[in-house]
């Protein structure tokens, strides 16, 4: 006779209370360390427009497909244009795997807007007949050049809205405390 109270082996027994409290700890993790970055950006050194420069040109690299440049891109711009380069490096990541797909359809429909190839127009294709070099590197072109323009747009865009509303956010935040 076994003194265990249980019927079931060890293998079978239900262990959810365990893994509840395992999924609650790495939630509060997520969040605690959320917070910790998110305090940690409040507190950067220099005045809100330093901060905020820094952090707009980081938007405006984050809008581009350089897959690996985009920190490079905005830390460099955050240099050439007194910009906080840590902020920089944080506003690229407005792009990242869950957002990729959706922002670069977006900037690639507003190119086709603004050069005319949309609603109406001269739609873009590539050909049919990949063997042909040639039509293939011209539809290649006007698909980056079309998306790349609408990058720019867009970019230039978030990052002027990224630049006030940042200066406007920090300036309170720093009043306030």
Request: hydrophobic content about 45%; glycine content about 10%.
């Amino acid at each position: 006779m076994s003194l265990d109270p249980s019927p079931l082996p060890v293998i079978f027994q239900d262990k959810k209370p365990q893994h509840r409290r395992q999924s609650k700890r790495r939630r509060s993790k997520i969040k605690r360390s959320w917070r910790y970055f998110y305090l940690r950006f409040l507190r950067l050194r220099g005045t809100p427009r330093y901060i905020s420069r820094g952090l707009a040109f980081g938007v405006l690299a984050g809008c581009f497909p350089l897959f690996g440049l985009q920190t490079i891109m905005g830390v460099l711009l955050a240099v050439l244009f007194r910009g906080h380069k840590l902020a920089a490096a944080a506003g690229t990541w407005i792009s990242n795997p869950l957002t990729y797909v959706p922002i670069f359809a977006f900037n690639y429909k507003v190119g086709e807007l603004l050069l005319g190839f949309g609603i109406g127009k001269t739609q873009v294709t590539f050909p049919d007949n990949w063997q042909s070099w040639a039509e293939l590197k011209a539809s290649g072109l006007v698909f980056l050049v079309t998306l790349f323009f609408g990058c720019l747009v867009v970019g230039l865009i978030a990052s002027i809205l990224t630049y006030f509303l940042s200066v406007r956010f920090l300036s309170r935040w720093r009043r306030r405390g």
